[in-house]
Structures are given as C-alpha cells and as structure tokens.
C-alpha cells in the first residue's frame, strides 16, 4: 500500500487532466501549417507531456522550422481554451481527500498550467504550482526539483504522480519516490523500464490504501 506523504506533485496533462484532444488538435494545425500531415492523433498522444521539439525530430522535420513550430503552436493552442480538455474522474475529490501540500512538475509553462488549474477549480488544492520555465524538459529532472525546492522540502518526502515514461525517468533522477497511473497516455512498458514505486488504475487509489497496488507491482 502506498504510505502518506508531506508533499505531493502531479504531473498535469494525462495525470489530472484529460487534455489530449486540444493539444493534439493544436499540434494538427501547427504540423498542417508547416506542409505536415498524415500524422494520427494517436501516434501524436504519445508525445504528451514531453517537448515538442522530441516530437519534431521524431518526425523528421527540417531543424530550421523547429523554433516557428514551437512558436505556432504555442500561439494557436490557448486559442482552442480547453473547450475539450475534461478533469479526469475522480481526480477532484482525491485532491480534495489526500493529505500533505501539492505541486505540479508539468512540461506546461506556469502561467499556463495555473490557469488551466483556475479554470478547472482545482487551483485551491495546490500550495505551489511549477510549469518548465527556461529550463530543460522531463525526463530532465528540473522541473520536479524546482517544485520541491519551492516548498522546502527534501526529495524523500515526496510523491511524484505521473503517467509517462518521461515522468516516471524524471522522477527517478530528482530522487524522489513514483507512482505510475495507468488511465493517462503513457505506454505502461515503457513506464515500467523506470520501475515505479507504485502503480494505480483510479486517482481515488491514493486515498484508499486498502485498494492500493503493491509496491513494484506487476503490469498484470
């Protein structure tokens, strides 16, 4: 079972929030505007949560149109004001529920990430809000110690929540514990390269610790 913590920091898009259609469609019409297309939403959700610019060279795209990209589509997606974007079941009331003080490391800038918290009415649940601001990206460590770092506290009194690869890698280089979730956009085989402390298939799992995944569960 998952033991309480002090402090614990969410990722945001795929982890609290179900975001995947406004940034896939704002990443469209960036790849579209740039002579790119054919590329599936579903082969784009796996990207969620990391830079775009991993997505770009993925892609194979001229290195010269990379910063017009990143431009673009950081232009184009607040246009879209997260019509789509919904709060993941049950995500509120695990934040309204689960003890200690809270943080998000996202790959969202701050100003971002506390508006869509504002928007969504769970702003009054965290103590501090970290977006990537000039520095590198998950799976960099940056933003997940520049989130602890704020709330004073050390590595080990902390949960990091997330459901990526990158955020489960980020996590292990800050040197804090992970807990791996299992309804965001992450590949669950990739996530378990990083060997999370803890997997749970509902937020509410954080709360009940009767119905908590054993630590270092198995992907069955």
């Not at 991993?54 to 997606?77: C, K, N, Q, T, W």
């Not at 019509?83 to 971002?112: D, H, I, N, Q």
Request: hydrophobic letters at 40%.
């Amino acid at each position: 079972m998952i033991p309480r913590f002090g402090v614990y920091v969410f990722d945001l898009d795929g982890t609290l929030m179900d975001s995947a259609q406004d940034i896939c469609a704002a990443i469209q019409d960036t790849l579209q505007t740039f002579g790119r297309s054919g590329v599936s939403d579903a082969a784009l959700r796996c990207y969620i949560g990391r830079h775009l610019l991993d997505m770009f060279i993925d892609l194979g795209l001229d290195m010269d149109l990379m910063e017009p990209m990143i431009a673009h589509y950081r232009s184009v997606y607040p246009t879209y004001k997260h019509r789509r974007t919904k709060v993941f079941p049950g995500v509120e009331e695990m934040l309204a529920g689960l003890g200690g003080r809270k943080s998000t490391a996202t790959t969202k800038g701050t100003p971002m990430t506390r508006a869509v918290l504002e928007q969504f009415g769970l702003i009054r649940h965290f103590d501090h809000v970290q977006g990537t601001d000039g520095f590198p990206a998950k799976p960099e460590p940056d933003v997940i110690l520049r989130s602890i770092e704020a709330l004073g506290v050390r590595p080990e009194e902390c949960l990091f929540v997330g459901d990526s690869e990158a955020d489960m890698e980020a996590g292990r280089r800050a040197g804090v514990r992970t807990c791996a979730v299992r309804w965001g956009y992450g590949d669950p085989e990739r996530m378990a390269k990083w060997s999370p402390d803890w997997w749970i298939e509902r937020p509410e799992e954080l709360l009940d610790e009767r119905q908590s995944s054993l630590h270092n569960c198995a992907l069955d």
